[in-house]
């Protein structure tokens, strides 16, 4: 009995930190094209700045209409972002971050 109250009490614990960490994403709307003139995008934890290759990647998934992991950013405040592309629409990409 104790062992299921514990299981119980580890599976709620579980889904609060899942609701937390689901919070702290951001999305954000941009041009490809402002994206290739200024390689940068604003984010709640800072500016993070793209390569080329990082550019080239997104937009051969843009043309194929694929998501694509960019990979691991570093913003300028010193935050470590996840960020993925989630979707295309007329020359806009969709990004998403999270803090790692």
């Not at 990979?71 to 960020?83: I, N, P």
Request: proline share 2%; charged share 20%; with cysteine.
């Amino acid at each position: 009995m104790k062992k299921i109250a514990l299981l119980c009490a580890l599976a709620l614990v579980l889904s609060f930190v899942q609701l937390a960490a689901a919070g702290e994403s951001q999305t954000v709307d941009i041009l490809i094209s402002k994206l290739e003139k200024n390689f940068a995008v604003k984010t709640n934890w800072g500016n993070i700045y793209f390569n080329e290759r990082d550019l080239h990647r997104l937009i051969h998934g843009a043309a194929y209409l694929r998501p694509v992991m960019l990979g691991e950013f570093l913003s300028d405040t010193g935050s470590r972002l996840m960020v993925k592309t989630v979707g295309y629409d007329k020359g806009v990409v969709t990004l998403s971050m999270s803090p790692k």
